[in-house]
């Protein structure tokens, strides 16, 4: 198992994942998985692909990655939580998949150990719409430089409605902010917004809470550097 350390120390986000990371992978076994399965499925992980999760938690995602690409191919998880980092690190670790993974302790808006067009695709569940406006910005931007040319990604985010299970969160969200701490997004919006091209969308429920899964691609053409060329991809910088 590959980890590296770049979380500064201070940071609210990360203090408060840590403190709640036992009690998180607690619940979360216990959520229907449809929209997550979903959103995998729809992101197509392939034998030998270089796959990125922002915000992998306690890591159950990051060993169905594992296993969709294969002893060829690589897992690399982004927490700004070390608990949540430690935990998906033993999972991994149990599941035998520590030689596939690279966990990085640190901050998605800051992906400075992960390679130009390096990512065959990049996995986002619940994720955007725990940020600041700003910081999603920020993230996507970083998702839009590490991604290949022929990248996806794949978001899984809260949504806005009008049906009575939506307005009720926003109103726990907004009378109990430290226990309902997602807002609710336009997801395609967001994405399109920072330079995203939408493949698929479609909506679902998460304990009665709307949801929009959508896969998205960088611009046609690719990104190229200041030289013309393409950015290769398959290239993740471990040290």
């Known amino acids: 198992m590959r980890a590296i350390e770049l979380a500064r120390s201070g940071d609210e986000p990360a203090a408060w994942y840590d403190r709640i990371a036992p009690a998180y992978e607690r619940y979360v076994r216990w959520l229907p998985r449809g929209a997550v399965d979903r959103l995998v499925d729809e992101l197509d992980p392939q034998p030998g692909e270089t796959v990125l999760e922002?915000?992998?938690?306690?890591?159950?995602?990051?060993?169905?990655?594992?296993e969709r690409v294969g002893p060829t191919g690589r897992v690399v998880g982004v927490d700004v939580s070390g608990a949540m980092i430690e935990l998906a690190t033993a999972r991994l670790e149990r599941r035998g998949f520590g030689d596939r993974a690279t966990l990085i302790h640190g901050d998605a808006r800051t992906l400075?150990?992960?390679?130009?067009?390096?990512?065959?695709?990049?996995?986002?569940?619940?994720v955007l719409e725990s940020l600041p406006p700003a910081g999603?910005?920020?993230?996507?931007?970083?998702?839009?430089?590490?991604?290949?040319?022929?990248?996806?990604?794949?978001?899984?985010?809260?949504?806005?409605?009008?049906?009575?299970?939506?307005?009720?969160?926003?109103d726990c969200?907004?009378?109990?902010?430290?226990?309902?701490?997602?807002?609710?997004?336009?997801?395609?919006?967001?994405?399109?917004?920072?330079?995203?091209?939408?493949?698929?969308?479609?909506?679902?429920?998460?304990?009665?809470?709307?949801?929009?899964?959508?896969?998205?691609?960088?611009p046609s053409?690719?990104?190229?550097?200041?030289?013309?060329?393409?950015?290769?991809?398959?290239?993740?910088?471990e040290s």
Do not use: K
């Not at 922002?54 to 594992?66: F, I, R």
């Not at 970083?142 to 307005?167: H, I, K, T, Y």
């Not at 994405?191 to 009665?208: I, M, N």
């Open 54 to 66: 922002v915000g992998p938690g306690p890591g159950t995602e990051l060993v169905d990655l594992c």
């Open 112 to 126: 400075d150990h992960v390679a130009d067009g390096s990512v065959d695709a990049i996995l986002a569940s619940s």
């Open 136 to 170: 999603t910005r920020t993230v996507l931007g970083e998702c839009l430089r590490v991604l290949a040319p022929d990248g996806r990604l794949g978001v899984l985010s809260l949504a806005r409605s009008e049906r009575l299970p939506a307005r009720l969160y926003a």
């Open 173 to 218: 969200r907004r009378l109990l902010p430290g226990a309902a701490d997602c807002r609710q997004i336009d997801a395609v919006a967001v994405l399109e917004a920072a330079g995203f091209a939408v493949r698929s969308r479609w909506s679902d429920r998460l304990v009665g809470v709307p949801v929009e899964g959508v896969v998205a691609v960088p």
């Open 221 to 237: 053409g690719g990104r190229r550097n200041d030289e013309g060329s393409t950015f290769m991809p398959l290239r993740v910088f």
